[in-house]
């Protein structure tokens, strides 16, 4: 039978924060941004009993808990630290697959020859991740990911959870229907009104009730909520999406500043798809309004590329289709992100870009100017430079390719 864990790191960015800068320890901390109009991109244990959680605004946040202590994220701390949790999954098995920068699913199955059980495993992990980072983990066991997901939620921080085959039903059918993956709280509350609170009473439920809900799915939904999953851990996973997004301290509503700023935005993915060696095949503009009402807008195009004139060209025609359909709507945020990604080894390099979504400049002449630009800041920093059309006035210059020099 298969053995699979799940690790999930404790309040992840907020622990980092609290390890390395004492004062922080024991206090409500909130990571995120800098100002009311930011959202909580982690909250450590302390500032949960508040009610305080990821994806909160901020405002509701201190709201809630005037004396959290709000700290900005450093990112590249995180991934550091990020990479010395992974290296100790793979000191263990090579069948890891990523979820995020603090959660991963391990097979190991094939570890238990050297390792010994799956419950030994998961303890030696915890006590190496402790030893090396500081940081505590809470990890799942069992048979498959879906239990083995569970079972690291149910006891936090710092919990051990093992899921037995013949557990299943009684760990599972007294848990409320909202531990159970991919029941969001709309369907969740749909779900209660009918009477459902249990994953025991979600998996015992007849068609009659659950069709309306969730039609073709449905029996799917009563086999999740049995415990049954076949989904295999997918070690080598690579990343399906590279994006950035701001969230503004005023709205904008004027469009040469949401021009600005989307080019900026463009600009950012541009760079990180060209450090990762990556193209990509398709352009994404997210747009949230005053309301929180969010919007996204997609377009597909070949072949593949990384430069930023091509993934900006094709995020404004995006962006001038939803202003068209809402002309006056104030934004809080805007986003730019790309997917259907390939290493851009893979590439033909004598392949045209697709003429309708590039259109100008010529591919030619941005493909020089794209990794110049990366050399000169990757030198200089990040502000060292500017393209022109991230600028709300351009001085005159190329909107693509102009730069503007900071004195």
């Not at 390792?115 to 799942?140: H, N």
């Not at 463009?266 to 760079?271: F, N, P």
């Amino acid at each position: 039978m298969r053995a699979v864990l799940h690790v999930d790191m404790d309040a992840f960015y907020a622990s980092v924060e609290q390890h390395e800068n004492p004062a922080l320890r024991g206090q409500p901390v909130i990571v995120g941004g800098g100002s009311l109009r930011g959202v909580v991109a982690a909250a450590s244990y302390e500032v949960r009993r508040y009610g305080v959680h990821s994806a909160m605004p901020t405002r509701e946040a201190l709201a809630r808990c005037p004396h959290a202590i709000v700290v900005k994220p450093r990112m590249g701390r995180y991934k550091e630290v990020s990479n010395e949790v992974f290296a100790v999954f793979h000191e263990f098995t090579s069948q890891v697959e990523g979820l995020s920068l603090d959660e991963a699913f391990l097979d190991v199955t094939g570890s238990r020859a050297l390792f010994g059980e799956p419950v030994a495993i998961a303890r030696a992990i915890k006590e190496r991740i402790l030893a090396r980072t500081g940081l505590t983990a809470s990890v799942g066991v069992a048979h498959n990911k879906l239990l083995a997901k569970i079972a690291s939620d149910l006891r936090k921080p710092d919990g051990l959870v093992v899921i037995a085959p013949d557990e299943v039903a009684a760990m599972l059918d007294p848990l409320p229907i909202r531990r159970l993956s991919g029941i969001g709280a709309k369907t969740a509350a749909r779900l209660e009104e009918c009477g459902l609170h249990t994953l025991g009473q979600l998996r015992a439920a007849s068609d009659s009730v659950l069709w309306p809900l969730f039609g073709r799915y449905t029996q799917r939904v009563r086999e999740r909520a049995a415990g049954i999953d076949e989904r295999p851990v997918i070690a080598d996973w690579q990343e399906k999406q590279v994006s950035a997004e701001e969230t503004f301290e005023t709205d904008l509503r004027r469009r040469e500043e949401l021009a600005a700023e989307l080019a900026k935005l463009a600009d950012r993915v541009g760079v990180r798809l060209r450090a990762k060696e990556l193209m990509a095949a398709s352009v994404t503009v997210k747009i949230r309004r005053r309301d929180f009402t969010t919007y996204t807008r997609s377009r597909s195009f070949a072949p593949p590329t990384a430069e930023t004139a091509t993934v900006l060209a094709i995020a404004r025609q995006l962006l001038d289709g939803w202003l068209a359909e809402q002309p006056r709507a104030a934004v809080r945020l805007l986003g730019v992100g790309v997917s259907h990604l390939s290493p851009a080894a893979q590439l033909d390099l004598f392949a045209a870009p697709d003429a309708a979504a590039a259109r100008k400049p010529p591919p030619r002449a941005t493909a020089r100017i794209d990794p110049t630009l990366d050399r000169i800041r990757e030198r200089f920093g990040s502000a060292a430079v500017q393209r022109a059309s991230s600028l709300e006035r351009p001085d005159k210059v190329d909107g693509f390719t102009g730069v503007h020099r900071r004195r």
